[in-house]
């Protein structure tokens, strides 16, 4: 599948205001992590693993890129906060996050509503999701990413 197209705000993982599209991210494997909500349980979790093991995917020549609804201000807020150093893009409207498929009907405390998709991609170069993770939980997530991605880049 390709990369859908896209261009979004948000903080670079040195805390700057950006603003990337999908042409921005050929010629270097990219990981596209949606996640609910800033500042919750779970997406601090999984921000804050992305975040311890960035050098190791950087080894691998991978960049971190999550995705939720909330703004490019609460996204400034929340990296501050966790000591994040992981890009991180607002989609306010989920027009993103429905043309990757990360957002629908889903369980949540036993009703069936409708929002984000816990869900990962690995884009590679030339901009081809080569793999996907949907309905993930939060904690150990980004190792079991890594982990994989290891396998599917040495190929």
């Not at 989609?91 to 036993?110: E, L, Q, T, V």
């Amino acid at each position: 599948m390709k990369l859908p197209v896209f261009k979004l705000k948000g903080m670079d993982e040195d805390g700057n205001e950006i603003e990337l599209s999908n042409k921005d991210l050929l010629g270097k494997w990219t990981i596209i992590y949606f996640y609910p909500r800033d500042n919750t349980p779970g997406c601090t979790t999984e921000a804050r693993e992305f975040t311890e093991l960035k050098e190791a995917f950087e080894k691998l020549g991978v960049r971190i890129i999550g995705i939720s609804r909330q703004s490019v201000e609460s996204h400034k807020k929340f990296r501050e906060k966790h000591g994040l150093r992981i890009t991180l893009l607002s989609d306010p409207d989920a027009k993103i996050h429905k043309a990757f498929g990360a957002w629908g009907k889903k369980r949540m405390y036993g009703k069936e509503v409708e929002g984000v998709i816990r869900s990962t991609f690995l884009v590679s170069p030339e901009g081809e999701i080569v793999k996907e993770w949907k309905n993930v939980k939060a904690k150990g997530h980004a190792e079991k990413v890594l982990k994989e991605i290891k396998e599917i880049i040495s190929q």
